[in-house]
T-cell receptor, first 115, second 113 residues
């Protein structure tokens, strides 16, 4: 079956521009997570959705970052006024319920480069 | 806060050698513990997990035991193969955040024939 997909796979943008990163979770998975992975580091939690609502956005670094999941399936991570420090691989993961230590299934990531 | 510390790599071993990758954690409460693996050119995937103290997770010949007294979850394999070459991440989950994961920095393993 289809896994978690993310588009685009690569995104190059200029400092100050706006970008959107898309995540398609596994069908039927109610929990969705965004992580950010910088070079040589482990993924860092950004935001967690349960259904349509952002249940925990404590990992978002500042108010330039925002994410939505309007229909409880596809999610979009939005970054305004991008900075060079935003360059990283952005990972999306989904799990069946999110109410327990379920396996999280990760997408291949979007590599964002801010010039 | 919650955090995970794992041994730095890269680790280079000959085929059939014994592998240990150390992982210790700091957490409030009783987290679940995981090892995720990232093979070259692939996404992160769950290798094994343990949800309470003294539990042992195992998969593909890898094992790790949840040690509450030493706050550790060391990954072991008795005989590594070239195909085990990958980056290994230790992680804990936060029950107060839908079980979002806190990851260590990752340990790169290279197994040579």
């Amino acid at each position: 079956g289809a896994g978690v997909s993310q588009t685009p796979s690569n995104k190059v943008t200029e400092k100050g521009k706006y970008v959107e990163l898309r995540c398609d979770p596994i069908s039927g998975h109610t929990a969705l997570y965004w992580y950010r992975q910088s070079l040589g580091q482990g993924p860092e939690f950004l935001i967690y959705f349960q259904g349509t609502g952002a249940a925990d956005d404590s990992g978002l670094p500042n108010d330039r970052f925002f994410a939505v999941r309007p229909e409880g399936s596809v999610s979009t991570l939005k970054i305004q006024r991008t900075e060079r420090g935003d360059s990283a691989v952005y990972l999306c993961a989904s799990s069946l319920m999110g109410g327990g230590p379920d396996e999280q299934f990760f997408g291949p990531g979007t590599r964002l480069t801010v010039l | 806060g919650n955090s995970v510390t794992q041994m730095e790599g890269p680790v280079t071993l000959s085929e059939e050698a014994f592998l240990t990758i150390n992982c210790t954690y700091t957490a409030t409460g009783y987290p679940s513990l995981f090892w995720y693996v990232q093979y070259p050119g692939e996404g992160l995937q769950l290798l094994l997990k343990a949800t309470k103290a003294d539990d042992k997770g195992s998969n593909k010949g890898f094992e790790a035991t949840y040690r509450k007294e030493t706050t550790s979850f060391h990954l072991e394999k008795g005989s590594v193969q070239v195909s085990d070459s990958a980056v290994y991440f230790c992680a804990l989950s936060r029950s107060n955040s839908g079980y979002a994961l806190n990851f260590g920095k990752g340990t790169s393993l290279l197994v040579t024939p």
